[in-house]
Antibody
């Protein structure tokens, strides 16, 4: 059974870089059938897509965060990672990693099939 | 950016009753729409994709309909485990710019 698990510091100081890793088990991150992505949810608020990556390394980012976001993949470890630079209190959120369904005929990622449990990251000095 | 809106913000329903949730897109997303359920302290769970296709393991009491800009999620007979927040998400753009609605909270009347 597919499982995704986020890991990383729960507290980050303002202006520093938030770094999280998602470890995938029960499935291969190198599968050609899926994208992998990050979504965040500030406390008590809605969901925001951060970005997505294919196992080959192709990435897509939310334009609102693009200047600060880097998503990478490590197929040897079956992991993908998120870096968000120059964080402020507004970046405080639960961060989720997820697997996205990709349409084989078009190569387009669509919806978030499986989610990790999420990890709360607080930005505070 | 395609903006998603949902109504109502909160829906109070008695167990066993029918719940109808609405989602609207600021421009047509065809049938490229998914619904998720989120319970407190949990990650969202995929319910519906392609506007009307139930995800694996989702009970038949959940159904989705609509296309273009207007979508509906219906829960035919609410069970206690269905009280949660429901989000819609569009995936019409490529390159992607996935956007979610603000959510509808279904609580016990």
């Amino acid at each position: 059974q597919l499982q995704l698990q986020e890991s990383g510091p729960g507290l980050v100081k303002p202006s520093e870089t938030l770094s999280l890793t998602c470890t995938v088990s029960g499935g291969s991150i190198s599968s050609s059938s899926y994208y992998w992505g990050w979504i965040r949810q500030p406390p008590g608020k809605g969901l925001e897509w951060i970005g997505s990556i294919y196992y080959s390394g192709s990435t897509y980012y939310n334009p609102s965060l693009k200047s600060r976001v880097t998503i990478s993949v490590d197929t040897s470890k079956n992991q993908f990672s998120l870096k968000l630079s120059s964080v402020t209190a507004a970046d405080t959120a639960v961060y989720y990693c997820a697997r996205l369904w990709m349409v084989p005929s078009t190569g387009r990622a669509e919806y978030f099939q499986h989610w990790g449990q999420g990890t709360l990251v607080t930005v505070s000095s | 950016e395609i903006v998603m809106t949902q109504s109502p913000a909160t829906l109070s329903v008695s167990p066993g009753e029918r719940a109808t949730l609405s989602c609207r897109a600021s421009q047509s997303v065809s049938s490229n729409l998914a619904w998720y359920q989120q319970k407190p302290g949990q990650a969202p769970r995929l319910l519906i994709y392609g506007a009307s296709t139930r995800a694996t393991g989702i009970p038949a009491r959940f159904s989705g309909s609509g296309s273009g800009t207007e979508f509906t999620l219906t829960i035919s007979s609410l069970q206690s485990e269905d009280f949660a927040v429901y989000y819609c998400q569009q995936y019409n753009n490529w390159p992607p710019l996935f956007t979610f609605g603000p959510g509808t909270k279904v609580d016990i009347k």
